[in-house]
């Protein structure tokens, strides 16, 4: 077997990778918290409270509570695919700091296992921001909702991989608009974050229970709403799914490109 296509390894270089981005992100912590904590409150302010005046509400909760549980799994979703794509992609072409990283004893297996845990930090990040948020406008079931945490790291892994396999074989930043608008915004749109997914006509029904976003959303939105669960198990094994193929490709693809 090439050894392009071994299967990583897991090693401890790679919270050593965490730690380094953990130290650079720092720098930037104000501008990062007004991004979480605001792009959100507009979110359920002007949707929830707006929009959700002439709901009322939608799967036996009030709008603005499914609009919260939606929201804080796909905020996870974009908060870990553009760390995915644009900064990784920064990091491995424009600032070289990838180079700089392999001449260490650090592999690729460590430098990407550490970047998908970063993204999915974020994700967790942006995750707790609008966790609070909804919070304060009183959306939440309890004290339970708190466990909806672990499912937006998940979340992050599942959408981190993916985004690095596109960063790895990316010329440009241009190209990433491929990625948005052809997967990216349809999932945002049909994946159960505005509206039960069952509304729409069976074909493309089907379509969406295989977009990871939509198990994403069914994962996180009991714990949100205090609604009984349907399938958990199903909805972990395939963001668990997601996150291990994607990362195996972004791994790949990024020998292929650093090192062959």
């Known amino acids: 077997m090439s050894t392009v296509w071994k299967v990583p390894k897991t090693r401890r270089g790679a919270f ?9 992100w720092r720098k930037l912590i ?41 929201i804080i799994a796909s905020s996870a979703m974009t908060t870990a ?31 990407l296992a550490g ?43 599942c959408f981190a991989g993916p985004a690095m396999a596109m960063a790895a074989v990316a010329r440009n930043y241009d190209f990433f608009n491929y990625y948005f608008v052809l997967l990216i915004t349809p999932m945002f749109i049909l994946s159960g974050v505005f509206y039960p997914i069952d509304t729409l006509p069976d074909a493309v029904q089907g379509v969406v229970w295989i977009l990871p976003l939509t198990h994403a959303v069914a994962l996180c ?25 994607g990362y195996y490709l972004a791994v790949v693809l990024t020998r292929r490109r650093l090192l062959v």
């Open 16 to 24: 050593a990778v965490l730690r380094r981005n953990v130290l650079v």
């Open 30 to 70: 104000g501008p990062a918290m007004v991004m979480n904590f605001g792009e959100p409150t507009l979110y359920l302010l002007g949707l929830g409270f707006g929009l959700g005046a002439f709901i009322g509400e939608m799967s036996d909760m009030p709008y603005l509570t499914f609009l919260a549980s939606g």
């Open 81 to 111: 695919t553009f760390e995915g794509m644009y900064s990784v992609f920064t990091r491995m072409v424009p600032q070289r700091t990838y180079e700089a990283l392999l001449a260490t004893p650090l592999e690729v297996d460590d430098i």
């Open 115 to 157: 970047e998908m845990l970063w993204c999915a930090t974020k994700s967790l990040i942006s995750g707790v921001a609008i966790l609070a948020v909804a919070g304060i406008l009183g959306v939440l079931a309890g004290w339970q909702s708190l466990l909806v945490l672990p499912a937006v790291f998940l979340t992050g892994l």
């Open 221 to 245: 939105r009991p714990l949100v709403s205090g609604q009984p669960f349907n399938d958990p198990m199903l909805h972990i094994v395939v963001l668990s799914a997601y996150a291990a193929v």
